[in-house]
């Protein structure tokens, strides 16, 4: 069975996904990047964990992550990166620049959760 995005506005309105692999957030979604310390390398900055933003975008295709597939622990499993938007204010609370000013990142679902 597929799932099928809408929207006319929608730039994902016309992909028909296969059970399981829609993206679970939506450009709009108010997200928290999780905070992990996990040993070894991984890909989302230890100064952006905890931290506050919104989905701007889904990336198309859903990709392979990289980070289990580094240790060997994926077995073709497939998810969503996302464009975050952090304002400036959440990373430098002192931050004095134009309230627009924000920070723009690619991060693996797995780090992200709705708030």
């Known amino acids: ?39 070894g390398h991984y890909r989302v900055p230890t100064y952006l964990r905890g931290k506050t933003g919104a989905i701007e975008s889904v990336i198309e295709p859903a990709a392979v992550d990289n980070e289990e597939e580094g240790y060997g622990r994926n077995a073709g499993s497939k998810r969503h990166y996302y464009r975050v938007a952090i304002p400036m204010r959440e990373i430098w609370p002192d931050y004095s620049g134009s309230p627009r000013d924000g920070l723009r990142i690619e991060i693996f679902e797995t780090w992200l959760e709705r708030i």
């Open 1 to 39: 069975m597929a799932d099928r995005l809408k929207g006319a506005d929608d730039p994902l309105a016309t992909i028909v996904f296969a059970a399981g692999e829609a993206p679970i957030f939506r450009p709009g979604d108010n997200i928290r990047i999780l905070t992990r310390s996990p040993i």
